[in-house]
């Protein structure tokens, strides 16, 4: 019998591989940050000993969720600049207050309370996009959560940077200092291209090339970027990137709300992959992208919650829902279905990060990410499809354990790598600054 560090008996396993495989009774036996072995339970009784065990039994086992597009640290902006559009929103509510407060205690405390919160609701990947990104890789690294912090560059001064040229300095030795990390993958993100000198652009490109990391960008969000964007250069914002070489295999395009045939045909060639925030891009009436149709023409589609400042949280479960419903309306005639829907938090994201290869199933050799859900609550039964269950019937709160890298940092509702309480009572000095500070606007 060979011992190894964890043990999970008895649980359904959805597998979520090439053949779609599910093991009704399943064990599955991890060592160090990798799945040994797994199978069906009366095939593996007695191989593995484990020095931890968890007893699945009436449990679903998933790989973990990956979240594609975020801002972890806007965590301590929730709520704040409700009720106007994603521009008026920027313009007049975010970038002030973020030039005010936004430091790298900002940084590190919202996006330790934000990792917290999503691993509360079964993520074990994310990709981040703000800035002080080596605060947020060493919040990611505190709590035990895989990353991408990717820094941003925007042509003109930030909260980390004087001017785009010191941005491209920091963001390359940022990129240096994490690049060979086990839990964080160093991503660049140059913000959008109405904030983005093409002489930015190119640049952020050819780090993203030289180092072989994923490239964030905000793209088509709004009718508003995608006029402004074809009034100063003539051409939509996915040709725009495509005549100046941006998009690649490298590229998670945020958004992508509106784009036309000739564009998604574009993103298809490039192989780009694009990450879908259907519940932001509602609450900041940008519109409903056609995701089911660019995913049956082949583009990788992943999901993404965006920030909490324009969510207003990180439950990748609610994305997952309505995600299905938009595309049942917007993209009906390319019947995108709960199996496409889900792989969309899982192996799709896995791709558009760079590692299909380590994640995004729950295979032999692969990183143990994983999820184990209560499956004997109410909205559980009956469960004629797992999948439907999972896209339609839960909401996270059925999260029991969440294993990362190997590492059980959840269980039973306890986080098992920081005390929450003692980050939440330090952010509070924040909270009551930017509440200060914003007493004046009605929001």
Request: aromatic letters at 8%.
């Amino acid at each position: 019998m060979e011992e190894v560090d964890l043990l999970i008996k008895h649980g359904k396993i959805l597998t979520q591989n090439s053949e779609d495989r599910i093991i009704n009774d399943g064990i599955i036996a991890i060592n160090d940050n990798t799945i040994l072995d797994l199978g069906n339970f009366k095939d593996m009784e007695g191989l593995y000993e484990g020095e931890k065990r968890i007893n699945a039994q009436n449990k679903l086992i998933i790989p973990g969720l990956v979240n594609t597009h975020t801002h972890l640290a806007m965590n301590l902006l929730r709520g704040f600049g409700e009720g106007v559009p994603l521009q008026k929103w920027l313009d007049d509510y975010i970038f002030p207050v973020e030039e005010k407060f936004v430091n790298e205690e900002f940084v590190y405390l919202g996006s330790v309370l934000a990792g917290l919160e999503s691993i509360k609701y079964g993520i074990t990947s994310v990709v981040d996009m703000y800035y002080f990104e080596d605060k947020v890789a060493e919040a990611l690294k505190k709590i035990g959560l895989r990353g991408v912090p990717s820094y941003s560059i925007l042509d003109k001064s930030t909260p980390d940077s004087n001017n785009p040229e010191e941005a491209i300095s920091n963001a390359k030795n940022f990129i240096k200092e994490w690049k060979n990390d086990e839990l964080i993958t160093p991503g660049i993100a140059p913000h959008s291209i109405y904030n983005t000198s093409e002489d930015l652009l190119l640049k952020t490109k050819k780090m993203s090339d030289k180092f072989n990391i994923p490239l964030s960008i905000h793209l088509a969000e709004n009718k508003r970027e995608v006029s402004e964007v074809k009034d100063r250069f003539g051409y939509s914002p996915v040709n725009y990137l495509d005549k100046i070489g941006i998009l690649d295999s490298n590229v998670i395009a945020a958004h992508c709300v509106h784009v036309n045939d000739e564009e998604i045909k574009i993103l298809k060639n490039s192989g780009t992959n694009v990450a879908h925030c259907p519940i932001s891009n509602l609450k900041l009436s940008s519109g409903i992208s056609p995701v089911g149709k660019m995913s049956n023409k082949g583009i990788n589609v992943s999901l993404g919650t965006d920030g909490s400042a324009s969510n207003n949280n990180l439950n990748l479960w609610e994305e997952i829902k309505t995600s299905i419903l938009l595309q049942n309306i917007k993209c009906k005639e390319h019947n995108f279905n709960v199996s496409d829907t889900f792989f969309m938090s899982t192996g799709g994201g896995a791709k558009s990060i760079g590692l299909s290869q380590e994640l995004g199933s729950l295979e032999e050799g692969k990183l143990a990410d994983l999820v184990v859900l209560n499956s004997s609550s109410l909205e559980w039964f009956p469960c004629y499809n797992v999948k439907s269950n999972l896209v339609f019937s839960i909401n996270g709160c059925d999260v029991e354990y969440v294993i990362i890298n190997g590492k059980i940092v959840y269980e039973n509702g306890e986080f098992k790598t920081i005390a929450k309480e003692e980050i939440i009572e330090k952010s509070r000095r924040i909270v009551e600054k930017v509440e200060s500070f914003s007493g004046n606007k009605k929001h």
